[in-house]
Structures are given as structure tokens and as C-alpha cells.
């Protein structure tokens, strides 16, 4: 009979994996749970890998996306109809955000054994299916989106992408990510990184009972191990209290985690952040340079007219706005009033705020 020996105080304490994220709050129960799921983190990885060959003409935070999939909106519209369109075979129906569901159905429904698990959630009846997607749970919706990329991913431009570039000596980790860290326990670090959609680090954890079957005479096997999929970090906030937590820790692999995640990972978001927040403040200054302009031409009353759009961390909408107040000007040098306006001193203000805000817009 096997010796039994009681266990040490510091083999209890390293068998049970650190706890590095706080339970949520109601109002984010449903991304938390997301956050849960592997098959979002591949989901992720598709675009930040093919964003090139994918030719979306839009782009998208992840964060963005799991609001889509909490609460479907013209993004998750735009993402669905951007991969059916490369999957064939053509359809007769018109993609668009009243039907790409019903295109949906009817490419993934051949698909769907190759790719997931289960049954296919959606059955194509009269237009009714788009009103059942809106109803699925986002975990669903995933699940989903991650079948079409893996659809996607099955065709003949992906495929060339990959073998194209491992010749021209891209690393195979491109395609297929390296793990950045195990612990004593087995649990598994993942680092996604991305400048469009973010950074992520994930946990896998290795959850096995510990108890053993019997097999046949004298012979044990271990029951089987599952894994739990965590994301630990989505910022640098939260990459920060991770690191310092694993450099506290008495499991020497984890200690060891920290410390890279420190010298390696947190400067490079440092510097992110500090280039978002120089772009933000060039953004205001030069919404501020342009408002002064168009008071000082006389242009602030016919704002009211026009469209207000909601702000973005873009330069697009700064640059519309500049063509706009050009073009405006240009009419208004053209009217009778303008001439009039043109011999008051209050024009020479006028030029010189333009030439401030031409002179931003330039740097």
C-alpha cells in the first residue's frame, strides 16, 4: 500500500492558482462572461493577424466588438458582411444589414460540422431568423462569428497570405501564437497585442479534481483536465496590478511572469498611452484653433444647420470640418457681403486666425 505523506505548507499554497481579477459588477456581468471565452480571443486574433488581406475599410477596438455582441449594432452588422462576402458560394440574396443573417444562415449551415460543436443555432424561415439572432445570448454570438472567421480562414486568400509570408520569413508565431508564460501549475499566459483593437492578457487555467480511475487491475489513469479561460488584463492599469500580484507571489514561474510582463510589456503601453493622449490634446487644441476661426469669420451661427456628429479619437471628421469651413469661406468671399467685410480692420484678424489654425493643421 502507498505511503501517504502529508503535505507541506508551501506545496498547499502554490497548488491553488493566484487570484488576479476582482468579481464584476451587474452593469458588466455579460463582458465579463465573454471575456471568458476562448473562442472571443480567437476571434480577436483573426483580425489583428489578416487585418491586411481582409480589406474590412473599417476599424474596430475590442471592446467595440463586445458591445456588439452584448447589443448588435451597425458594427456587428459591417463585421458579418465583410467575411460572408469571400465565403462562397454567391448569394442570390443582397448582403446587406437586413439580410446578411439570412446569407448567414444558409453559407454557415454546411459549414457548421467542420467548424463548431453542436447543433447550428439559426434555421433560415421567412426572414424570421434575423429577429432570432437579435435574441440569442452573446456567448451564442460568438460562437457564431468565431465559425464564419474559421469559414474565412478556409479560403484561397488567407491561405496564400500564410504561405507568402512564412517564405518571405515571417515568424510561424505570426499565425500561431506563443504562450508567454507557464506557471508550476500548468496555467497558461497569452499576450495579444494590437495598436487598432488593444492588448489582452489571458490565464488558462488547468482545472483537474486530482482524483484518480481505476482502469483495469493495478492500473490508474487521471480524470480528465479541463481548462477555464480568463482575461486578466485589458489595460494599463490592470496589466500593472497583474504584475505586481505574480512579483508577490511565492511560485517562482509566476514571480518570473511578472517580472516580464514589467519589463517587457508594461513600457510599450506606457508609451501607447502617452501617444493617445498627445493626440487627443493636438484633437482639442485644434477644435479649439477651428471654432475660433469660424467666429471669427462669421460662420458660428450656420453650425446649427449642419449634422452634429458625435466625437471620435480620429483626425477624419477634424479634416471634413476643415474643407467645409474652406468651402464656406469661399462662398461667402464671393457674396456682396463679403466685400464689404473685406475693408474692415477686423479682417486682418480674420487671416491671421486662419493661418493659426492652417499652421495646426499642418503640424
Known sequence: RPVSRKRSSAETEVSVAMSLTAPPSSAQKQRWDLRGMWELASVINFFNVFRPVLSLGFEFTTEELESALINP????????????????????TALGRNTWVTVLCKKLKDWWPWVAEGPFPLVPYHGEEVGTYRELDPETRVVILKALCEARLDQDDLRNYIDNSLKQGVSFSTFRKDRMGIDMLGNTYWYEHDPVSGQRLYRELRNSEGKMKFKGRGRTVPSPTTCIWETVATDLEEFQAVADKLASSKNRMEVAIGRRITSDIIPELEELQKKRERALKRQQRQAVLLGSYLDGVGLSA??????RK???????????SI?????????????????VR????????DRNTGNAVANSHTD
Not at 302 to 307: H, L, P
Not at 324 to 330: F, V
Open 310 to 320: 458625435p466625437v471620435t479619437y480620429t483626425f477624419d471628421d477634424y479634416d471634413r
Open 73 to 92: 449594432n451597425s458594427t456587428l452588422d459591417d463585421i458579418h458582411i465583410a467575411l460572408l462576402k469571400a465565403i462562397p458560394p454567391a448569394s442570390r
Open 342 to 349: 473685406a475693408d474692415s480692420p477686423s479682417n486682418d484678424r
Open 302 to 307: 450656420g453650425r446649427s444647420k449642419r449634422e
Open 323 to 339: 474643407n467645409e469651413a474652406i468651402k464656406l469661406t469661399k462662398r461667402r468671399q464671393s457674396s456682396p457681403e463679403s466685400s
